[in-house]
């Protein structure tokens, strides 16, 4: 059933592609078909190589914020002392357009990979800090004392408390701010490198090269999509209760 | 079983009881009752070994509690389940914290879900169930580990009123079939005559006012006799005196 969603919305994309390259007869829309052709064979030459270093770098910010965002948020959430000197900080920031740092972090850890990453860490960051942050603040003190009460350990208070208790808006977290990167990945790939996907596309645009610029664009897409079916399965494996509760709220 | 000896317990600099001596024996039950904000789940927490006595001190057995003790189970009002695990893995939780082998772990489980008639709600999450059916699940959770002591916190106060009277009986059998002692905080003051061998009353000074024996504690059928009533009616004078003299 969530496989032919993914299959339908694809194909609809397609076909109004499709009409768009049929109506407006230039060449700044390819044919959807050469285009998914020439993606593959350049798949396997200079495609993956820009792919690869753009993957490389939103993975490596999510990796970074996920640390830092739920230890920093677990913490936070927890002692309430820290937390009032600390959360103003971290609302003044929060609603700051990150990329407009860009310029700044470019000065400071120079044009390459460096300030990109810490650009998208961020964006994710933010996000993550707060909400792992709200989650833990959701929690009753009766949780506490409840798994207490039974004689857990801290690695068991985070295996059966904390972690479950954060994971549901941690993915919605996730969602938002990984759309979000990507987009300003894209922004940040036309300064000063030669790889990644965001270069690739402004470069075969420059070039004229449009069929080349689309299969970007589509590697782009299959990127995010791939990123959201990711999250999407975890959710479905993990926190099956919020989706049942949830359903809850509109019948009764 | 229990001694408590002129405990008080603080808040940072906030004194929420005071003066607190109780005494209970194996194999009996008292209930603890007053207004709400008196420091009845304090003095719970604190004979679970979750909060620390500021003056006086806490005998379990003979030994002092410092922090929680194996065989005691706590079961809380609204909090106890996790709504991320399913009725049975949240029954399964206490046996699983204190590693006990899978096969003994599946076998003392699933004997209990089936004592407490809720084997066929195994797999649901406590958002699915009612009220009545949370707390079973709650008891059978903290069956599972054997205590030889139940501390209650108002585990009945969100239910209509026949559920609980369902429920308040089914803890009476629990308890003669498994040789529990129990401590139960209520404000409720059916609940407390019910279910109370001793009722301990508390003032709203976090202190406790007076302490009444209960002859008529055990009988499943209680609700139907007057001396019932006028038990609870006695209750209530008592509760109430402290009303206008503080
Ligand atoms: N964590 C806490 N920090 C500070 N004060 C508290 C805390 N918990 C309870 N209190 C205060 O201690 C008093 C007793 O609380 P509690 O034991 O919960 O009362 P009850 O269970 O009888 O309603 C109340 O006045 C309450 O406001
Ligand atoms: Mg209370």
């Known amino acids: 059933m969530i ?128 909400t792992t942050k709200d989650s833990i603040k959701e929690l009753k003190k009766e949780h506490f004392y409840s798994i207490n009460s039974m004689g857990a350990n801290n690695i068991q208070i985070y295996k059966h408390l904390i972690f479950p208790a954060i994971l549901p808006k941690l993915l919605t977290a996730l969602r938002i701010s990984i759309a979000t990167s990507i987009a300003v990945l894209f922004f940040a790939e036309n300064f000063a490198t030669t790889y990644g996907i965001g270069y690739f596309i402004m470069d075969s645009w420059i070039r004229v090269n449009y069929i080349q610029m689309f299969s970007g664009i589509l590697a782009i897409s299959i990127l995010g999509l791939f990123i959201y079916k990711s999250i999407d399965l975890i959710e479905r494996k993990y926190c099956r209760w919020i989706t049942l509760e949830n359903n809850n709220e509109y019948f009764t | 079983m229990i001694n408590v000896d002129n405990l008080k317990v603080k808040y940072d600099d906030y004194t929420a009881i005071k003066n607190i001596n109780l005494n209970l024996n194996k194999n009996k039950t008292c209930s603890i009752i007053g207004p709400s904000g008196c420091g009845k789940s304090t003095l719970l927490y604190s004979l679970a070994g979750i909060l620390k006595p500021f003056e006086g001190t806490i005998k379990i057995n003979n030994a002092y509690v410092k922090s929680n003790r194996k065989k005691t189970g706590l079961i809380l009002q609204n909090y106890g389940l996790f709504p991320w695990k399913t009725v049975w893995e949240n029954v399964i939780l206490g046996l699983k914290l204190r590693k006990v082998n899978k096969k003994e772990l599946e076998i003392k489980a699933t004997s209990i879900l089936k004592k407490l008639n809720i084997i066929k709600l195994r797999d649901k999450y406590p958002s699915q169930l009612s009220g009545g059916q949370s707390q079973r699940v709650a008891i059978a959770r903290t069956l599972t580990t054997e205590p030889d002591l139940l501390l209650m916190d108002e585990p009945f106060s969100s239910l209509d009123a026949l559920t609980r009277e369902d429920i308040q009986k089914f803890l009476l059998k629990i308890y003669n079939e498994n040789n529990l002692t129990i401590c139960l905080v209520t404000h409720n003051i059916e609940e407390a005559v019910f279910l109370g061998q001793t009722i301990y009353i508390m003032s709203k000074k976090g202190t406790i006012k007076k302490v009444i024996n209960n002859p008529h504690f055990g009988d499943s059928s209680l609700r139907q006799r007057k001396d019932f009533h006028s038990m609870c009616n006695h209750l209530r004078m008592i509760l109430k005196e402290g009303d206008t003299n503080d």
């Open chain 1, 3 to 130: 496989k032919n969603k993914s299959l339908y919305s694809s194909i609809i994309v397609i076909i109004f592609w499709y009409l768009l390259y049929l109506v407006i007869d230039i060449k700044v829309i390819p044919s959807p078909i050469d285009t998914i052709i020439e993606f593959f064979k350049l798949l396997k030459g200079k495609l993956i190589i820009h792919l690869s270093y753009s993957i490389f770098r939103i993975f490596l910010a999510l990796i970074i914020s996920l640390i830092l965002g739920i230890s920093l948020g677990i913490f936070l959430g927890l002692n309430k002392k820290y937390d009032e000197f600390i959360s103003p900080i971290i609302y003044l920031l929060y609603p700051i357009p990150k990329i407009s740092f860009l310029p700044v972090l470019m000065i400071i850890f120079g044009l390459g990979n460096l300030s990109k990453i810490i650009l998208i860490t961020l964006i994710i960051l933010f996000q993550i800090l707060v």
